[in-house]
T-cell receptor, first 115, second 113 residues
Framework: AQSVTQLGSHVSVSEGALVLLRCNYSSSVPPYLFWYVQYPNQGLQLLLK??????LVKGINGFEAEFKKSETSFHLTKPSAHMSDAAEYFCAVSAAAGGYQKVTFGTGTKLQVIP | EAQVTQNPRYLITVTGKKLTVTCSQN?????MSWYRQDPGLGLRQIYY???????DKGDVPEGYKVSRKEKRNFPLILESPSPNQTSLYFC????????????FGSGTRLTVV
């Protein structure tokens, strides 16, 4: 079975500060990993994904994430928070399970950006 | 514009009254899926479809039905809605189930009273 743990359901940062949203996963097979962002009253939007190759993945809006196999982590970072980054962020893992690619989402982290 | 379209956006209904939430994608995606989102629980998969006439249960399928008669459409049917199905529902699609990276619809907020 696979799972995703997002540490911290709420994270607050000051505008201009580093954003760090934590995601740890478990999977018995090599996973694909994703970060999605959800703005109020909207669907989820793909920020970035890791499938194979380079472990540092760059996404939209200045976000990036690093796949660390030894730590089973895929933390999301952005050097400088902007007010428009306030949203809920979901980490997801996709791995082969029972003949198909199962996607499991974390419970989400709400990011608050303080002016 | 490439998109997943869900209708309606908001729906209030009474217990036991059958309803359908429609989902349509214009990207020729093979894989489509329905999720429900509840506070503190993240997104949980209800049903998925890997192609036309191929559907299977996700993690929380009880009380729901789906069909995939055409590639672009994947409606979610609640035959006899109950209050515990009050939730925010999302339809999502991807080119294939192996690639991941969903495109999501805007969501349907369902209230069952």
């Amino acid at each position: 079975a696979q799972s995703v743990t997002q540490l911290g359901s709420h994270v607050s940062v000051s505008e201009g500060a580093l954003v760090l949203l934590r995601c740890n996963y478990s999977s018995s097979v090599p996973p694909y990993l994703f970060w999605y962002v959800q703005y109020p009253n909207q669907g989820l939007q793909l920020l970035l994904k890791y499938t194979t190759g380079a472990t540092l993945v760059k996404g939209i809006n200045g976000f990036e994430a690093e796949f660390k196999k030894s730590e089973t982590s895929f933390h999301l970072t952005k050097p400088s928070a902007h007010m428009s980054d306030a949203a809920e962020y979901f980490c997801a893992v996709s791995a082969a399970a029972g003949g198909y690619q199962k996607v499991t989402f974390g419970t989400g982290t709400k990011l608050q950006v303080i002016p | 514009e490439a998109q997943v379209t869900q209708n309606p956006r908001y729906l209030i209904t009474v217990t036991g009254k059958k309803l359908t939430v429609t989902c349509s994608q214009n990207m020729n995606h093979e894989y489509m899926s329905w999720y429900r989102q509840d506070p503190g629980l993240g997104l949980r998969q209800i049903y998925y479809s890997m192609n036309v006439e191929v559907t299977d249960k996700g993690d929380v399928p009880e009380g729901y039905k789906v069909s995939r008669k055409e590639k672009r459409n994947f409606p979610l049917i609640l035959e006899s809605p109950s209050p515990n199905q009050t939730s925010l529902y999302f339809c999502a699609s991807s080119l294939t189930e192996k690639l991941g990276g969903y495109t999501f619809g805007s969501g349907t907020r369902l209230t069952v009273v």
